[in-house]
């Protein structure tokens, strides 16, 4: 083991040991026989770019001047086309709580890898890694608290040892937070389609008990080119993320990878699979991934805009090309494909005309 690794504490998932059995193990080449692991990763990695993500002042939305908030609309609507993602400024929660967000992490993080792996938060909430990863590419340098809003102050959040009072007020200020943006961004979005954008996200089924807050942390990694998070798209509606200013954040644009770099007064907005659906494929969910940190830990805070596991995903308008499916069908699906294969198809699974073979 590289001296370097020592800088793993024992608060952290074993994710060095994760990581040299994989490392040892090696990869097999496609066409040319073995190629060692981390070179194997290395050369897929493309050029990474520096653009600025398209930003949106939310505040235009509610400006006096009709004008003014449909330009707003249009360009969120075009980031949402073309990128998939965007930043938001002014979105209304507070500097002070997502630092105060970001303290509670550190001190969530920061206990014993057993006392979080036993307890959890809510029961199955906390996961690290991916302990089925059977290459480099699989392996996210990572551990997180993925936990349903119905649970944050809900009678089984009850493990004490780490569900402190501040921690559980603190989650839940973010998520009402959070919740809002979500609501004005994906109403926005709708609206532009030609829905009735005020009854959206309700009208897909989404509600204060049916989404998401997931606290990740990424903790310092000596492995060059590791991922912190593979690459995936979120299965949800939309995602609200708030990083800190580590960096690391990269999403897919135009074949290649963009760094998106921290801004401290935005939020940056995603959309999912779902929404991807229900706009036929107007709005893309595309690739994201973190590239892990040498010198810094990270951490990280999203809220899922996700329907409840009956709701119906629709369309805004016909003919759809996916056939209509519910979102647990969805989930379901996405963890089978998983678990059997190491990779998420997603969405093109649902096609009606289907190439998958
Ligand atoms: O940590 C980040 O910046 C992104 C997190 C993310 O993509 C996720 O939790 O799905
Ligand atoms: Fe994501």
């Known amino acids: 083991?590289?001296?370097?690794?020592?800088?793993?504490?024992?608060?952290?998932?074993?994710?060095?040991?994760?990581?040299?059995?994989?490392?040892?193990?090696?990869?097999?080449?496609?066409?040319?026989?073995?190629?060692?692991?981390?070179?194997?990763?290395s050369a897929e990695s493309l050029t990474v770019l520096q653009r600025d993500l398209p930003t949106i002042d939310l505040k235009r939305l509610t400006s006096g001047d009709p004008r003014e908030r449909d330009v707003c609309a249009d360009a969120m609507a075009s980031a949402?086309?073309?990128?998939?993602?965007?930043?938001?400024?002014?979105?209304?929660?507070?500097?002070?709580l997502l630092e105060e967000m970001r303290r509670e992490q550190a001190v969530l993080f920061h206990q014993p890898f057993d006392t979080k792996e036993k307890a959890g938060l809510v029961d199955g909430s906390y996961r690290w890694g991916n302990p089925t990863a059977t290459s480099l590419r699989?392996?996210?340098?990572?551990?997180?608290?993925?936990?349903?809003?119905?649970s944050i102050c809900g009678e089984d959040c009850v493990h004490a040892q780490l569900s402190s009072l501040s921690l559980r007020g603190v989650m839940q200020e973010v998520a009402d937070a959070m919740s809002r943006v979500a609501d004005t961004v994906a109403g926005t979005l709708a609206k532009n389609l030609g829905h009735a954008g005020s009854a959206f996200p309700a009208a897909a089924g989404c509600d204060g008990t049916t989404c998401f807050l997931?606290?990740?942390?990424?903790?310092?990694?000596?492995?060059?080119?590791?991922?912190?998070?593979?690459?995936?798209?979120?299965?949800?509606?939309?995602?609200?993320?708030?990083?800190?200013?580590?960096?690391?954040?990269?999403?897919?644009?135009d074949s290649h990878w963009v760094a998106v770099k921290p801004h401290p007064d935005a939020l940056v907005v995603n959309v999912g699979d779902l929404f991807q659906a229900w706009s036929n494929n107007r709005y893309k969910s595309v690739e994201h991934k973190v590239v892990a940190n040498s010198k810094a830990e990270r951490f990280s805070v999203a809220y899922f805009l996700c329907p409840s596991h009956d709701s119906l995903i629709g369309t805004y308008g016909k003919p759809s090309p996916y056939r209509p499916f519910t979102f647990g069908e969805y989930r379901r699906k996405v963890q089978d494909d998983v678990r059997q294969t190491g990779k998420k198809i997603g969405l093109p699974n649902f096609l009606k005309c289907s190439t998958i073979s």
């Open 1 to 41: 083991m590289p001296a370097s690794a020592e800088v793993a504490t024992t608060n952290d998932p074993p994710l060095v040991d994760s990581y040299c059995a994989l490392l040892l193990g090696g990869e097999l080449g496609s066409s040319s026989g073995f190629v060692p692991a981390a070179q194997a990763l």
């Open 80 to 96: 949402a086309s073309e990128w998939g993602f965007f930043q938001v400024t002014n979105h209304g929660v507070g500097r002070e």
């Open 138 to 150: 699989q392996l996210s340098w990572s551990e997180a608290f993925h936990v349903p809003l119905a």
């Open 214 to 253: 997931r606290l990740n942390r990424y903790p310092l990694c000596p492995f060059a080119d590791t991922l912190g998070m593979v690459p995936h798209t979120d299965s949800d509606f939309l995602t609200i993320v708030c990083q800190d200013q580590v960096g690391g954040l990269e999403i897919m644009n």
